[in-house]
């Protein structure tokens, strides 16, 4: 086998992957408060240089135990023989490594909607709305009035208070910077809002919503409603149109090389391996 065929292969496959997210990100461009994913990898160099010294570390032998070296075996021949390997080396490295989707949170623009319904959350904080799986995390503030008057999303779900669904009745009613809900009949209820220590711990369900894995904060942090505004989508159209060139570019790159690789391989098999 030819490492550098995988090596190639294994380079198309990152880059349509990355191909992905760009697409979905730029899917959502214009979906209210949509936070935009990041692909996260890692290049040869970057394994390369974290293998580069380790060869006592990584040698190894099939049955002796991890953290014996070559010098320290018995010439008894206690454990079995057979060559030392390294993991990182010997194995077939593939030349990149994946780590995950980072999600983005920077906040999006904000747009004036004049719609007493639409609320913009400015800050590190969260919505929270009721969903049929339980509580749910948002920061797109479009809602609208049921036909009871409670205040829900454009999925259906309840938007919460600190006492359950907020029901306001109709369109007369306003909110302050603190999440405080008023109609003409007074105070109805505060808006409930959530952080996060670290908004890593959250993870993208679809339709704008999150789900935690770690509970929230007792208190959120420092934050602000307006009423009559939409946060909008953090995507950079422009940045990801650049990213999607540079990743085709690196797919042509890694085609050819996998082309090359080929042709190779089949001359070593056709010609110079050929008996005469």
């Known amino acids: ?67 014996v070296y070559p010098e320290e075996v018995p010439q008894s021949g206690r454990w079995p023989a057979g060559p030392w390997f390294a993991p990182g080396v010997g194995p077939m490295r593939l030349g ?24 913009a959350l400015i800050g590190d904080a969260f919505f929270v709305v009721s969903t049929e799986n339980g509580e749910r995390f948002t920061k797109a503030g479009a809602f609208y009035l049921d036909n009871l008057g409670y205040l829900v999303d454009g999925n259906g779900n309840f938007l919460l ?33 959530v952080s996060f220590e670290d908004n890593t711990t959250l993870r993208r369900e679809g339709l704008n919503l999150f789900f935690a894995t770690e509970d929230p904060l007792p208190e959120p942090h420092e934050f602000r409603i307006a009423q009559g505004f939409i946060e909008m989508s953090n995507v950079d159209i422009g940045r990801e149109m650049v990213d999607m060139i540079a990743m085709f570019r690196t797919y042509e790159t890694n085609q050819r090389m996998l082309q090359m690789i080929d042709e190779t391989v089949g001359r070593a098999v056709n010609d110079i391996g050929r008996l005469r």
């Open 1 to 67: 086998m030819v490492r550098g065929l995988y090596i190639a292969g294994q380079g198309m496959l990152l880059q349509r992957r990355r191909m992905e997210t760009i697409s979905h990100n730029i899917a959502n461009a214009d979906t209210t408060a949509f936070k935009k994913d990041h692909f996260i990898s890692h290049s040869f160099d970057d394994v390369l240089v974290r293998r580069i010294n380790d060869h006592r570390t990584a040698m190894r032998r099939p049955g002796v135990p991890d953290g």
């Open 96 to 119: 990149v490594q994946v780590d995950h989707l980072y999600t983005d949170f920077a906040m999006g623009n904000l747009e004036g909607t004049e719609r007493p319904t639409d609320l």
């Open 161 to 193: 208070g600190e006492n359950g669904p907020i029901n306001v009745g109709g369109l007369n009613f306003r909110v302050d910077q603190q999440g405080g809900v008023w109609n003409d009949d007074g105070f109805i209820d505060t808006i409930r809002v």
